[in-house]
Each structure stands twice: as structure tokens, then as C-alpha cells.
């Protein structure tokens, strides 16, 4: 009889052992799945990016341009007075690069035609070291851009370039056929040269609507 309830005793814990691992387990994921999605208001690390910049808007660093006299990428942004919707691209890119530009020439037709340069421009900035300024300016030349409202760049210093890319969150892998694969959005600069939105690059419009919308904001 001793060795029955023994055996009856060990029968009924070893569930009850399992369903408080079991309990344990569902805490510490529900715990580790709302310190990744913020709370349970994004569902993706690309949301929870983009929501830490609204909560927290990044300074630009200070990277020299490839434009006359190397200027900071920092001051460019900040001491212009516009808002700066920014594009990540490479000049040989024929896939999402091209839909980016295509979107800049249809904003920057809006732009103008709405009489808003004077409150945002565009900013292209190539992540490639092969883009030097002769290719970017042949680049610009393609794309039709007006350098009243739109500006390309590159970054020579590998390290600037890095720093800036991680500010701005964009992940660059190298592809074969010296191809680039890589993540698209509107980054959205504020006039005080702090990025502080980010919307999808298949959304052109709430991109220029959150750069006026900014810039009113700053003057008020």
C-alpha cells in the first residue's frame, strides 16, 4: 500500500510540475515578446525602430560629404532651414533604388508645383564608395533632379558612412554581380538636423505631408 501512494503522490506532481514550467515559460516569453515590441505596440524590429525615433529623434552624425569643401552631412542638414525627406541609394541599382527615385521625381513635381521648396527639399545619399561625384552628378542629371530641392551625396569615409547608415538604420548586405541588397524608407530630417520620422517608401505622400507638417511645427 506504502509503495501505491507513493507512486500516486509522484503521479499527480509530476503534471502539476509541468504546467508551472509550462506557466513559466509563457511569463518570460510574454515578457521577452513585450520588451521586443515595445509594449505590444509594434509587432516588427522596423516598427520598433521607427517608433523609437518618434519617441527619440537622432542626431545626425557629422560625416563629410563629397560635395566642394567636404561640408558635414550634420550641418547640411541642419543649418538649411528646410525639412530634408533622405533616401538611401546606389547609382547602379536597378531594382528598389529606381522606385525611389521614380517617387523623388514625382515629389519633387509636387514640391514645386505646390510652392514648397522653400519648406522641404530631398536628399538622395549613396552608400556605395564606387558612387564618387562625377557618377553621382551624372546620376542627378538622369534623375532630373533640381538642385534647388533635390541633392545627392556620398559618404567616403567608410567609418562616417557606417555611423550614418546605423543612425539612420538602414542595413546594406553585398549581392553578387556587385549588387547591394537593402532596406528602403523617406527619413525624415527635421530643420534642427535631427532624424525624426520614418515612413514606408511606397508612401510618398505621408512622407511630404509629415515633412510640412514638421516644418510648420518648427515655426510655430
Known amino acids: 500500500m506504502k509503495t501505491s501512494t507513493s507512486s500516486s503522490s509522484s503521479e499527480t506532481k509530476a503534471p502539476l510540475l509541468t504546467l508551472a514550467a509550462t506557466s513559466l515559460v509563457a511569463i518570460f516569453g510574454c515578457a521577452a515578446l513585450y520588451q521586443a515590441t515595445m509594449g505590444f505596440q509594434v509587432v516588427s524590429t522596423e516598427d520598433g525602430r521607427r517608433l523609437e525615433i518618434e519617441r527619440e529623434p537622432r542626431s545626425v552624425p557629422f560625416a563629410a560629404l563629397d560635395w566642394p569643401s567636404r561640408p558635414l552631412l550634420g550641418d547640411v542638414l541642419s543649418n538649411d532651414g528646410r525639412v530634408t525627406i533622405v533616401s538611401f541609394i546606389y547609382t547602379s541599382c ?21 510652392g514648397l521648396q522653400d519648406k522641404v527639399r530631398l536628399m538622395s545619399i549613396s552608400f556605395d564608395p564606387r558612387d564618387d561625384a562625377q557618377q553621382l552628378r551624372a546620376y542627378a542629371i538622369r534623375q532630373h533632379a533640381d538642385r534647388t530641392i533635390w541633392n545627392f551625396a556620398g559618404i567616403p ?14 542595413v546594406v548586405v553585398p549581392a553578387p554581380l556587385s549588387e547591394y541588397v537593402h532596406n528602403a524608407a523617406f527619413h525624415v530630417v527635421g530643420p534642427s538636423g535631427r532624424l525624426e520620422k520614418i515612413d514606408d517608401y511606397d508612401s510618398p505622400d505621408r512622407a511630404l505631408a509629415d515633412a510640412v507638417a514638421m516644418y510648420d511645427a518648427d515655426r510655430k
Do not use: H, P, W, Y
Open 94 to 114: 536597378t531594382a528598389i533604388c529606381s522606385v525611389l527615385g521614380n517617387e523623388f521625381q514625382q515629389m519633387q513635381e509636387t514640391i514645386r508645383a505646390r
Open 157 to 170: 569615409d567608410g567609418s562616417q558612412r557606417k555611423a550614418v547608415l546605423d543612425t539612420f538604420g538602414v
